[in-house]
């Protein structure tokens, strides 16, 4: 789900010049990839807690002993409030919250070469350096509405297209 929104398609790294902000692009990706598959197993955990709390009280309504279903119940209760699993998704966060500051440096020298190859009459360096600085404030941005909780407003155009979509636009 993330991974749509963040990860930059590699074919498209070729208009990157520096390793490090290749790198950069790079783990942003793996990291969405890697709050997609938390996310995933927190939302099994959750069905799972769900079915049994289900399953629990329809012996209660029915008359049945459900104090012989408490360790399972128990046991769905601690896995969905699994500390380790909480903590990865925080440290997801963590690094995506250094990567979205990474990329606006990067977005900010994209920006001055943009501006210095216009002044050498190289417009179409320069806006290929603009649309590189598009892509990565886009993504820093929504890094950081993530990273905050959304809630924020005039957000939709944020969302309005996949990275793959941002970046085919900027060829």
């Known amino acids: 789900m993330l991974a749509a929104y963040l ?12 390793r490090r902000e290749a790198l950069v692009l790079t783990n942003v990706g793996t990291a969405a990839v ?16 769900r ?3 289900h399953l629990v009280g329809d012996a209660a309504s029915k008359g049945r002993d ?22 990865q998704t925080n440290d ?10 990474e990329l606006e440096y990067f977005v900010e020298m994209n920006e001055s070469s943009a501006k210095e190859f216009e002044e050498a009459g190289c417009s179409d360096r320069a806006s ?6 598009s892509v990565e404030r886009t993504l ?3 890094i950081l509405w993530i990273a905050t909780g959304g809630g ?16 085919a636009a900027s060829v």
């Open 7 to 18: 990860d930059v398609p590699v074919d498209w790294l070729r208009h990157i010049r520096t």
């Open 34 to 49: 890697k709050i997609d598959a938390l996310l995933a197993t927190q939302s099994e955990m959750s069905t799972t807690r």
């Open 51 to 53: 079915t049994l709390l």
């Open 66 to 87: 459900s104090i012989a279903m408490v360790p399972l119940l128990n046991e769905a209760l601690a896995s969905t409030h699994n500390a380790e699993l909480s903590g």
């Open 92 to 101: 997801c966060r963590s690094e995506l919250i250094g990567l979205a500051a």
């Open 128 to 133: 290929a350096k603009r649309l590189v600085a």
């Open 140 to 142: 820093a941005q929504r």
């Open 152 to 167: 924020a407003t005039g957000a939709e155009n944020l969302w309005a297209h996949t990275t793959t979509e941002l970046c």
